[in-house]
């Protein structure tokens, strides 16, 4: 499982990025990926858990999400 933050969000387009914390390309997000996570609400600088739905391409998007507690240092 990957970690990262909501980076971009748009809800009127239901669509968005997360950018993962390892610094890799930015991950697709879409409005059926949020609504299965339950993840709500959703707003830049998020903090997420995610898996890639492709693996070998993340352009491919999240296939699933969740809220990740903040570390101490936040």
Do not use: E
Not at 22 to 34: E, L, P, R
Not at 65 to 74: D, F, I, L, Q, V
Request: glycine share 10%; net charge positive.
């Amino acid at each position: 499982m990957f970690t990262g933050v909501i980076q971009f969000y748009n809800p009127l387009k239901g669509c968005g990025y997360i950018q993962p914390d390892d610094g890799s390309t930015a991950v697709f997000v879409s409005s059926d990926d949020i609504a299965r996570s339950g993840i709500s609400p959703v707003f830049p600088g998020k903090r997420v858990r995610f898996t890639l739905a492709s693996p070998a391409l993340p352009s491919a998007g999240a296939h699933s999400m969740k809220t990740s507690p903040k570390s101490a240092g936040c």
